[in-house]
């Protein structure tokens, strides 16, 4: 079947006063309809810039979108007018943001947001999206749905704000919803909750996840595949499994190296990976992990690993050595 | 994993609070808040005599004069001299004060009612422009627009140099080519500028040289900067800060002198000075819209919104409007204030109402001259109107700023 989203060789750059910032390099992957995609780094490396590329959100001048396609439901993205792209956002690709104290509007009612989008891209009346919205907000599991229509955003607490916000971007059933780290903001319990919640809806409603995180740990559950980034790169990409229990390539053992576990003797301490990411401005040649790997050679200080297959053909990793991991 | 219990998330513990608007919210804290009632009482009698006295008490300024009733003292009682009572006494000309200071009121009323909706309208959309253009991304047509006016804006100074319209309309032209050229060629800066730049010298040089050699040269160099500026391809950004750089200019005269040099432009009446003092009030209102606007548009439901596919005209008007509106009311009571004293300060000097107007200002300047005779309710009640409206107004201000913004009230 052909896949629902498919990204080859993106390049997104920022031209700031430093230099280009060079955000997303050349990423390349497919994402089937229905998956759960886990996309795990650390901060800077490209991930929300990457699924704000998707979207494109990104802000030209000064943000550029220098080479790459973006195929979408058979549709090239790139190539779309911008009207054409505003009827895509929010009716096929919906997106869930970090902060939820600040991604609801707070001149206005919850309700009216959701109902936004239905009136934009359903061609609902007011009557018919009111009782839509109630409906979704009692799905995202917020109680006395249709008095808390009428509630505005600062009566709501953060998790229930970012219901909130999941029942909007899901208003429209769209066929992949990008969520940008939508529980960093939120406590533990809470996180459990929202985790939960999107991946019930998941599967009920069938529609493809991309859940953008920096805890490893939060996506272990919930996903099919992980595409773990560095500085712009996919350099790990495979199934769950694959990933935690066959790693192929330093930085993600270093990043899972750096999770507690329960069953650790006490006292143990955590693993960090020493070193800071590269600058985006002057990217080094070779292997963009270079200065902070343990394993590296010459080699890698000269040319840049591909994305190869290992064992197995869904997993794939971008390291010179990575049968030795 | 763990059993998913939709049904049950704690929720049900809190009950379903009353729903209420931010504004219900702030209007509460503005009832509480005395001297912001105070402030709103006065405004209120305030407009109330001065709409009143318009419409309901007819005065005829011109043939009103009695010098047989020349500076009368207050009186609350008829007196023998006459079956009349001036409450605030009589000016120089005979005319009953109080009368007087009330009609005022419907002058000064208009002024600060036009001078700012002048200063709000063309400073806030000025201000809400650039900075929504500086922080978003433009699409092609708003670019378009922006960079013909630019190009047109900037081309009206060679094109008044050379006196040539012709220039104007190049130079617009110039701007919408930096539209149309490449956007994938902005990595490669200078390239661009050279073209612009030389352009810039052409359009500028070729219509001066009708003129005068010295005038080609002097258009040519305006030309070339012209053509570097419109070659940065920051469409929004350059935008905004030539609007904000006229706004600097306004801004570095002092607003008095501006106001008055204005006045001596149109020539004097309550209308021209209303005019002086709404285009001194101008740039005011577009920093603080071009900043609210910039720090709003961070905000991530502005961000959501473009996730739902709104478009730029309604995350305008429907996210970011309303979210600047508390510092733009706030700034515009205060900025009633402000006109009202203005208008006074003008009407003294003699460059607002035409005189026999009844105008608080102009009635202080007839007669402080009298006050050495001792007629001391001749300036004295007039000077009072302008003091309560003023603080009037600016109570209400503060009030208000405290009701709309309840983070900054420590």
């Known amino acids: ?325 | 994993m763990t059993d998913i219990r939709l049904e049950n998330n704690g929720f049900e513990d809190f009950a379903v609070r009353e729903h209420r608007s931010l504004w219900l919210d702030a209007w509460r804290r503005l009832v509480a808040n005395r001297t912001a009632m105070i402030g709103l009482i006065v405004v209120v009698v305030f407009i109330l005599s001065a709409t009143g006295a318009h419409f309901f008490w007819e005065y005829e300024a011109r043939g009103d004069l009695d010098y047989n009733k020349k500076l009368l003292a207050p009186t609350i009682l008829p007196t023998e001299e006459g079956p009349e009572i001036h409450i605030f006494g009589t000016d120089k000309l005979g005319r009953d004060i109080f009368r007087r200071t009330v009609h005022g009121g419907w002058n000064s009323l208009r002024v600060g009612l036009v001078a700012v909706g002048i200063s709000l309208v063309i400073g806030g959309l000025l201000g809400l422009v650039s900075g929504f253009f500086e922080s978003i991304y433009l699409n092609f047509w708003e670019s378009l627009v922006l960079m013909t006016l630019l190009g047109a804006s900037l081309g009206t100074l060679p094109g008044w140099i050379a006196r040539q319209p012709m220039q104007i309309i190049l130079f617009a032209g110039l701007g919408a080519a930096s539209v149309f050229y490449d956007r994938r060629l902005l990595n490669r800066k200078a390239p661009r500028q050279v073209y612009f730049g030389l352009l810039g010298i052409i359009i500028g040089g070729i219509t001066g040289i009708f003129v005068g050699t010295l005038v080609a040269v002097v258009c040519g160099i305006l030309g070339l900067v012209i053509g570097v500026l419109l070659a940065r391809p920051l469409g929004g950004k350059i935008f905004s800060s030539f609007v904000m750089r006229i706004m600097d200019v306004i801004l570095s005269f002092p607003s008095y002198l501006l106001a008055i040099a204005i006045v001596a432009f149109l020539g004097p009446g309550l209308e021209k000075g209303m005019i002086a003092i709404g285009v001194v009030g101008i740039p005011v209102y577009a920093r603080l819209a071009r900043s609210a606007v910039l720090s709003v548009s961070q905000k991530e439901y502005v961000l959501a919104a473009q996730s739902v596919g709104e478009s730029h005209g309604r995350i305008l008007f429907r996210h970011i409007v309303p979210n600047i509106l508390s510092p733009i009311i706030v700034q515009s009571t205060m900025g009633l204030a402000n006109a009202i004293l203005s208008a006074a300060a003008l009407g003294f000097l003699g460059l607002g109402a035409i005189p026999p107007e009844p105008e608080w200002g102009a009635m202080l300047g007839d007669s402080y001259k009298y006050l050495s005779s001792g007629a001391w309710w001749a300036v004295l009640f007039p000077g009072l109107a302008i003091v309560f409206s003023v603080l009037g107004f600016n109570l209400l201000g503060d009030g208000l700023r405290d009701a709309l913004d309840p983070k900054i009230r420590s």
């Open chain 1, 1 to 325: 079947m052909e896949p629902l989203i498919k990204i080859k060789n993106l390049k997104t750059r920022f031209h700031t006063e430093d230099g280009v910032v060079k955000a997303v390099n050349g990423v390349s992957y497919k994402m089937a309809r229905g998956e759960v995609l886990g996309v795990v780094g650390e901060s800077g490396c490209g991930k929300s810039v990457h699924a704000l590329s998707i979207m494109r959100l990104i802000q030209i001048p000064p943000g550029e979108i220098e080479s790459g396609e973006i195929w979408f439901d058979g549709q090239e993205l790139l190539k779309l007018s911008d009207k054409e792209m505003r009827q895509i956002r929010g009716r096929d690709i919906a997106m869930v943001f970090q902060d939820p104290m600040s991604s609801l509007n707070p001149v206005y009612t919850v309700g009216m947001q959701i109902m936004e989008a239905l009136i934009l891209h359903k061609n609902m009346n007011k009557k018919a999206a009111r009782e839509r919205a109630a409906e979704l907000l009692s799905m995202v599991g917020i109680p006395e749905a249709n008095k808390r229509l009428d509630n505005y955003p600062h009566q709501f607490s953060g998790g229930m704000r970012q219901r909130a916000m999941i029942a909007m971007a899901l208003s429209c059933d769209p066929k992949l919803l990008i969520a940008d780290e939508p529980t960093t903001a939120l406590d533990v319990t809470i996180q459990a909750q929202i985790i939960n919640l999107v991946i019930k809806l998941q599967e009920e409603m069938g529609m493809a996840v991309m859940w953008i995180t920096h805890d490893l740990g939060i996506v272990a559950e919930m996903v099919h595949k992980i595409n773990v980034m560095y500085a712009g790169f996919i350099i790990e990409r495979g199934n769950v499994r694959d990933i935690f229990k066959k790693t192929r390539h330093p930085y993600t053992k270093g990043l899972l190296g750096s999770l507690p576990r329960i069953d650790e003797a006490p006292g143990t301490k955590l693993v960090s990976i020493a070193g800071l990411p590269p600058d985006l401005v002057n990217l080094p040649t070779g292997c963009p992990f270079y200065a902070r790997c343990t394993y590296r050679q010459d080699r890698c200080r000269q040319e840049q690993p591909p994305l190869e297959e290992t064992e197995n053909s869904d997993h794939v990793v971008a390291c010179w050595r990575w049968k030795e991991i």
